[in-house]
């Protein structure tokens, strides 16, 4: 069965480590600051000037000024900081932020990605994203495995305009955990209850199944 959204996130979670500064993108991405292990400590940035956020607000504590990268409301941690966008723009170029966790539309065989705009659809512009893939090594992509006609969206070239080239080395879809590298997706881990022939059907790009492949645990 095909992760949830939240599901996703909760994958994604237990990627981060002990004093990480982690910056999540719009979509999937922001839902992981409600999934952190209690056990551990991670310092949330946002490009539009916030480090240290909390989890999404209940209703009595939202507080329209406090948002988030893609203006949602946001609580913040004991200690967090407001800053200038300039500010968090040079904490993403100084290579200072640990984890990216992004969105995307499509990510190809050799780490490429494209997020930020679909030829003939509007867009608000692609925000800090390319940035963010040129400033962070260690990072992460969430996204549906296909689109909803079917299509898939791990390939062997990107087709829409890019966000980055051969930047991105872990990806966690609704159907799998895949690691990027060698030119080919290198499937780690299975959603539960999902086949690694429905998997190998809805990659177009270089798949490389290596032995058995475990599911994924979401505890």
Request: hydrophobic residues 45%; contains cysteine; aromatic residues 4%.
């Amino acid at each position: 069965m095909a992760l949830s959204r939240e599901q996703i996130a909760q994958r994604v979670a237990s990627e981060l480590r002990d004093g990480y500064y982690v910056n999540l993108g719009i979509g999937i991405p922001t839902l992981v600051a409600n999934c952190i292990p209690a056990d551990i400590e991670v310092m949330l940035q946002s490009e539009n000037g916030l480090l240290g956020m909390g989890p999404f607000p209940l209703d009595e504590e939202v507080d329209a000024d406090l948002i988030n990268a893609g203006k949602q409301t946001v609580t913040a941690i004991t200690g967090a900081a407001y800053f200038s966008s300039a500010e968090s723009f040079a904490m993403i170029r100084g290579a200072h932020v640990d984890l990216t966790v992004l969105g995307a539309f499509e990510i190809d065989q050799n780490g490429s990605i494209a997020s930020w705009m679909i030829p003939g659809k509007l867009v608000k512009g692609m925000g800090g994203a390319m940035d963010l893939v040129a400033g962070t090594d260690n990072i992460v992509v969430t996204m549906t495995h296909a689109s909803k006609s079917g299509q898939s969206k791990l390939l062997e070239s990107c087709t829409l305009p890019l966000t980055g080239v051969n930047c991105i080395r872990k990806v966690v879809t609704d159907l799998a955990y895949l690691e990027i590298h060698d030119g080919a997706f290198h499937l780690i881990e299975r959603a539960p209850g999902v086949s690694v022939e429905e998997i190998r059907e809805k990659t177009t790009g270089r798949l490389i199944v290596d032995g058995d492949v475990p599911e994924m645990r979401l505890d």
